[in-house]
């Protein structure tokens, strides 16, 4: 955030409102995590928001966008999260970007939010190898296939209740191969926290 983000009137990435990153109506649709049911990751899986409405249009505009500002609101909606999610001192694992998505949008967007997270460690171990396509329009078995063995880890988080976060969980398949990946370096993953689900019914 620049000294001019702090000084010029934004709007509101979720509805357009003008004279704040994130109005208050749009933040309402991130409630306290919900367990939701992916099958194959393993630990349990927590969500706070659905995929849908205000709540994916800020995600969206984090990610694809560049709305900077947000990211004090995603780090706070986190720490608020963490205490339902498990026991501290809380380790927190950003789920990786491909390094071309990640140089498009000028830096790891989820590693941005882990650093927003001022209750938590953050442990930037995960990355992906090279060949590993985008996602988007991939099936379950695609995406699965996709990330097979491709998930590298680079070293182990501190000891404490790891926490992979990531932005979105659809088919679960970056999850799961985050979850095993980790495993295989001796690492047990407590639970996964994401902001939004294409699981998750939208209320209200
Ligand atoms: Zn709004």
Known sequence: MTALDLLLPSSCAGCGRR????????????????????PGV??????????????????????????????????????????????????LVPAPSRRSAARDRGGDHMLRIARAVHVAAVAPVLGLAAGVRDSVGLGAGARRRNLEGRV???????????????????TGATAAACVRAL?????????????TSARLRQSG
């Open 19 to 38: 004279g704040t990153a994130c109005c208050a109506t749009c933040l309402a649709g991130f409630g306290p995590p919900t367990q939701i049911q992916v």
């Open 152 to 170: 590298v880890v680079g070293g182990r988080p501190p000891p404490g209740t790891v926490v992979l976060l990531d932005d979105v969980v659809t």
């Open 183 to 195: 495993r295989g370096c001796g690492v047990r993953t407590h639970a996964v926290l994401v902001l």
């Open 42 to 91: 393993g630990p349990p899986v927590w969500a706070l928001a659905a995929y849908h409405g205000a709540a994916r249009e800020l995600v969206l505009a984090f990610k694809e966008r560049g709305a900077r500002p947000l990211v004090a609101w995603f780090g706070a909606l986190v720490a608020a999260a963490l205490v339902a999610v498990g026991p501290p001192p809380w380790t």
